[in-house]
């Protein structure tokens, strides 16, 4: 990927920032400096709300950091290699470089991520109750950060494939009926039928009047309809050029290449 700074290593993991995160770590600034500080915390001064909103918005890329890691981590324990772990506008991407070998693995890979955006979301909310009289705006920023893991956690829950949750649901199904292709043709379903649903989300906010908001989610929807819709296309396509029925392609494990050779994970 062009644009990429290398930050260096942690695990032995390459940690990169693609240009495309400064923007989004700018807009959360600029939104907590500008609106949401200002609306909750009255009186402090211009420079207060924006040293606030820059420290929330670098502790949101830590926190999507250590989302993205544990992914990393879980794959490492489990003999994979990792290429590196990219963020990027929409969130962090870990290179996992092979494809999960069974249900159990691609489930508690996955699952990991959410489970430590709850976590984080808990130990934020014990530093916010912990320190109640203390510093506003450490308290202001615990409180941020401790809401925004918890939508972390929730939003890459969703069963909708490429998020960790289309992930988990695609282990389910594939552990539940033993066939691979059956759970691939699920995830790939759930996941346009989220992003159209996104969409529909989207547009029905322009029509309520946010503009920025309805923007945003039509292109989340977007991507992970495209996403998701791509890899059953791979998946049918790779029935079709093997030369077998689809009955026997749905009864072998693996039967092709990845689908997503440098497994790209989607977290927020
Ligand atoms: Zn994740």
Redesign the pocket.
Known sequence: MSGVIQLGHLFGISIRVHFSWIFIFLLVAWSLATRYLPDEYPGWSTNTYWGVGIAASFLLFVSVLI??LS?SLVAISRGKKVKGITLFFLGGASEIEEESANPGEEFWI?VV??ITSFALAAIFWGLFLATSSGNPQFHATTSYLAFINLVLGAF?LLPAYPL?GGRVLRAVVWKATGSVARANSVASFMGSLSGFAFIAIGVSSIFAGSLVTGLWFIFIGWFIHSAASSFGHQQAAARALSGKTVRDAMDEDQLTPPPWDHRT???R
């Open positions: 989302h993205e992914h996955s991520g959410p890459n960790d994970r989607f977290g």
